[in-house]
């Protein structure tokens, strides 16, 4: 078994094979290399990255690379699959639509609906997207540090049994050699050197949202970086952090973010109506809830 | 002497005879021979016609430079074929519509790289790997 780690996507990366081939293990040793690539492809942060120029009106969507194209698709997949509330076009297109008075910029007027919970509102992406590239500005977020982690674990998963663990955006692509699941521990966020739960994760993902971590004041009021996209501030919700569990970690990470932005009365009514969603929600006052399904993963808790 | 004579001339008879038979035989086989040659003639081509004059062949393209070993005069170069259609090309590359976007030789990633080696059997089950999910860090 080898593991390595390093930064990447501004989080720490880990990643495990459960091989000591030569292959195995110069497939491995690539992996920083290929999170390089795809980040220079993907990162908003960047400014020669392919985002950025694509942001910016120099490339177009037909123009891109395999790799921003696939993102794109994904982000566009999960925007509809969450009603909107995962949305590649927060941090700048909902202002500009919701809150921008002027829209001679992209042509007609967009049809900008009442946002409610099951609404769907792919069309504003469709809408956005026939305006053409440069009009408004994406940021994949966490679909890319999900799709990255998925990506690695396929190519690996090759060669034996591996884990990919982005930021805490968890991609395994089978159980351990011992039939075992995988030994995942899910942070206190109100502790973060403790765990609260110990799953065991075979083939799948696994991922967890929050705002204990970055968040800030602006003007005495709490900011965090979920954004909901109905009203374009920060989600307003009584979820510190979300874990789910999911057939496939793109799938885990939208779970989490939809589960935190609708807060714990309507984000477990969410999860009930999708059993192939196990979820774990920690309240701003300490509360634990589960879903039925997280039983068949969870070894220990401390509640 | 009247049977003499009539021996005599019974030779005579034969000898004309056969003469006759001889003459005409001759006579018959040349003909058909004539009539075969002059079938063959006609269908024979004509000498004096060349067919590579008259399929016009294109002549072969040479490799080498032809080399005309009496004057020893370099036989000329075969004209170049132009592939351009275009008559107003230079002959140069057709620009791309984009530039390839040149790869980055040195990546600029903090890598704090580190290869645990585990040994393997039965060690490595018995402490499997750890990972922790939570807020991004």
Redesign the interface.
């Known amino acids: 078994m080898k593991t390595i780690r390093f930064r990447a996507m501004g989080c720490q990366m880990n990643v495990t094979v459960f091989s000591d081939s030569t292959a195995a293990v110069k497939q491995l040793e690539q992996v920083p290399a290929w999170f390089e690539e795809w980040e220079q492809v993907l990162s908003r942060f960047r400014e020669d990255s392919e985002l950025s120029c694509f942001n910016r009106g120099e490339i177009k969507l037909a123009e891109s690379s395999q790799v921003f194209k696939e993102v794109f698709g994904t982000a566009q997949q999960v925007e509809s699959e969450s009603g909107g509330l995962v949305s590649p076009l927060v941090l700048d297109a909902m202002q500009r639509i919701g809150y921008d008075k002027s829209f001679e910029k992209i042509g007609e007027p967009l049809r900008v609906p009442a946002l409610a919970y099951g609404e769907a509102v792919d069309n504003i992406f469709e809408d956005i997207l026939a305006a053409g590239a440069g009009t408004v500005r994406y940021d994949f977020g966490g679909v890319a540090k999900s799709w990255a982690a998925r990506q690695a674990v396929r190519r690996l998963g090759r060669y034996a049994p591996a884990l990919v663990n982005a930021g805490g955006d968890i991609a395994i692509s089978a159980l351990m050699p011992n039939g075992e699941g995988w030994i995942i521990n899910v942070t206190d966020p109100f502790s973060p050197d403790d765990h609260l739960a110990v799953l065991r994760v075979g083939k799948g993902g696994v991922a967890t949202s929050g705002t204990d971590y970055r968040n800030w004041f602006q003007n005495g009021q709490k900011r965090h970086h979920i954004i909901d996209p109905r009203s374009g501030e920060s989600a307003e919700t009584d979820l510190i952090s979300v874990t789910v569990v999911a057939q496939d970690v793109v799938q885990a990470e939208m779970a989490a973010k939809v589960v935190l932005i609708l807060g714990g009365e309507r984000g477990l009514a969410w999860l009930a109506e999708r059993p192939q969603f196990a979820a774990l929600l920690v309240y701003e006052d300490q509360d634990i809830q589960t879903t039925p399904g997280l039983q068949a993963y969870l070894r220990s808790s401390r509640w | 002497m009247s049977a003499k004579n009539n021996i005599k001339g019974v030779k005579y008879l034969f000898a004309s005879a056969s003469l006759v038979t001889a003459i005409g035989l001759w006579n018959h086989f040349s003909s058909q021979a004539n009539l075969q040659e002059q079938a063959l003639q006609k269908n024979e081509p004509d000498p004096q016609v060349s067919y590579v004059q008259k399929l016009e062949f294109p002549p072969l393209p040479t490799l080498v430079p032809g080399y005309e070993y009496q004057t020893g005069v370099l036989y000329p170069q075969p004209e170049q074929l132009d592939y351009t259609n275009d008559q107003n090309s230079t002959g140069q590359l057709r620009e791309a519509l984009?530039p390839t976007?040149e790869a980055?030789p040195n990546?600029q990633?903090?890598?704090?790289?580190?290869?645990?080696?585990?040994p393997?059997g039965g060690n490595?089950?018995s402490n499997?790997?750890?990972?922790?999910?939570?807020?991004?860090?």
């Open positions: 984009r976007p980055k990546p990633v903090t890598i704090n790289q580190v290869i645990i080696g585990q393997s490595t089950l499997p790997p750890v990972n922790n999910t939570g807020s991004s860090k």
